[in-house]
Structure formats: C-alpha cells, structure tokens
C-alpha cells in the first residue's frame, strides 16, 4: 500500500531534479494544480493514471520508485549534476540509498552564479544566504 506522505516526498524530489514548481509540475504532466496540493500534503493517494502521467513525461523515474521508494532515482544520472546538495539529502531522506556518490560526482556549473539561497521552515519563518 502507498504511503501518502512518503510519495509526496517522492514528488518533491521529482520537482526539485527538474527545478519544478508545484504548478509547473502539474502543467507539464496535464493535471489540475489542486492534485498536486493534495497530493503533497498527502491528503490523498495518487491515482493509477497520475501515477503513469508522471512515469510516461519524466523518463528518468522509476515506477517502484515512485510508488514504494525503492529502486533508483533518476534511473540514468547525468554526469553532469545540477541538483543542490538538498536534494540530494531529500533523496536519502525519501529512502532511496542507491544513488552513487551524487554529490562527489558533481560537476559544478561555471557558466551559473548562486545569488541567494532561502530555507522556508514549517513554522513560517525563513533563513535567506546571500552571496
């Protein structure tokens, strides 16, 4: 049985890899927004044909990841990384400890400088870096 909260984990891992709002991961894969929400508060469980709109856009999940988070994500890892060390922590969050040396394996961009980075706390508050 799906956990709820554990695949809207998933999904946000999904939304952080390809730098996806919430809405705009809901354009993409031609759901309503409000799905998304639901989802990701795990108010509700994904339906079947959510679940194959997702697999069928994004080439690089899994279903038994995405459905039970085991497995790989993504299933061919580009060389050339750009995801942020957080979401490279969320993916070992979510239970997923095949990735293989992700954050060793980066290649920094060159070409992209990190302006400021925000951490939005559940309680409302928030921490912004600036460089």
Same mark, same amino acid.
Request: glycine share 0%; charged share 35%.
């Given at each position: 049985m799906i956990n709820n909260l554990e695949f809207g984990k998933r999904l946000v891992i999904i939304m952080d890899y390809f730098?996806? !709002?919430a809405s705009a991961f809901a354009d993409r894969i031609n759901v309503q927004r409000s799905s =998304? !929400?639901?989802?990701?508060s795990g108010r509700n469980r994904p339906s079947l044909d959510f679940v194959m709109k997702v697999v069928k856009e994004f080439e690089e999940v899994e279903l038994y990841w995405l459905l039970n988070g085991k497995g790989t994500f #993504? =299933?061919? #890892?580009s060389p050339v990384s750009e995801k942020t060390d957080d979401a490279i922590e969320k993916n070992k969050l979510a239970g997923n400890t095949n990735l293989s040396q *992700? &954050?060793?394996n980066a290649v920094p961009s060159t070409d992209k400088v =990190? *302006?400021?980075i925000v951490f939005f706390y559940k309680d409302g508050s928030f &921490? *912004?870096?600036n460089s």
């Open positions: 730098q996806l !709002s =998304i !929400s639901h989802l990701l #993504p =299933i061919n #890892p *992700e &954050k060793e =990190i *302006e400021r &921490k *912004e870096y």
